[in-house]
């Protein structure tokens, strides 16, 4: 039989949580009604395990908004450099329309993408409104490409809305539970500490009984940790 090696410590958190929820299959496969060390240990793993996937899904869910929030910020840089090329566009009718859209563009500025998520969106918000009042029309759509801009702006901003309002239901749901990496921490000492140790020890005195998960659990420590070794490998290979 191999030896059952512990989790690498390395580990990104979506291979803990990926290797401890394989471990806790093998385990829900078996019969072990009759073996209370083992139920303990993994009675502890699966709520640990699920914080973890609910940090991760929170991470995610950050990740999502600051994506959001960039494509907004590009959206409003897209109608400042359009305004700004009109303006100074030779054909005299181009430029007219171009200051009529600016006076209402400045009074927000391209700096509003440098703001809180809040004050951006309020913004945003209040420019979307300005840049839709009917005298503007014919001025924004004699300029090639900024109706278009607007509408995608409307767009991103609608989007980044929805993604904030998912975020904070969640964090709000969530706000008791730990971050991913005390998760993480928690589920690496659980099988390391707990589940390996017991494991090690159980199979040298029944193997037919415990070789089985033994050996499936070794399979997946050592699975996760190669990648993790390829990983590092891979990061210590790249030219300074």
């Avoid at 899904?57 to 910020?73: C, P």
């Avoid at 859209?101 to 409104?129: A, C, H, K, P, W």
Wanted: a negative charge; zero cysteines; aromatic letters at 6%.
């Amino acid at each position: 039989m191999n030896k059952l090696n512990k989790l690498d410590s390395r580990s990104r958190v979506s291979e803990v949580y990926s290797a401890a929820n394989r471990m806790i299959m093998e385990f829900d496969g078996g019969d072990w009604s009759d073996e209370t060390n083992l139920t303990n240990i993994f009675t502890d793993l699966k709520p640990a395990n699920t914080a973890l996937e609910q940090s991760i899904n929170k991470e995610k869910a950050v990740s999502d908004l600051e994506e959001k929030d960039e494509i907004r910020d590009t959206k409003v840089r897209a109608i400042y450099y359009l305004i700004m090329g009109y303006l100074h566009n030779p054909e005299e009718a181009l430029k007219t329309a171009a200051q009529e859209v600016d006076t209402v563009f400045e009074r927000y500025g391209v700096e509003i993408v440098q703001q809180s998520y809040s004050n951006e969106s309020g913004f945003i918000n209040s420019m979307l409104d300005d840049l839709s009042a009917e005298d503007l029309q014919t001025s924004i759509a004699a300029l090639p490409g900024l109706s278009r801009a607007i509408t995608e702006l409307q767009t991103a901003q609608t989007g980044f809305e929805t993604a904030r309002l998912a975020y904070e239901k969640d964090a709000a749901q969530d706000a008791s539970e730990t971050n991913a990496s005390s998760a993480k921490k928690e589920v690496v000492s659980i099988i390391n500490e707990r589940l390996v140790v017991y494991l090690r020890a159980m199979v040298t005195i029944d193997e037919t009984r415990y070789g089985e998960i033994t050996n499936t659990t070794g399979k997946i420590i050592d699975d996760n940790n190669e990648e993790v070794k390829k990983r590092s490998k891979k990061t210590t290979a790249q030219p300074v």
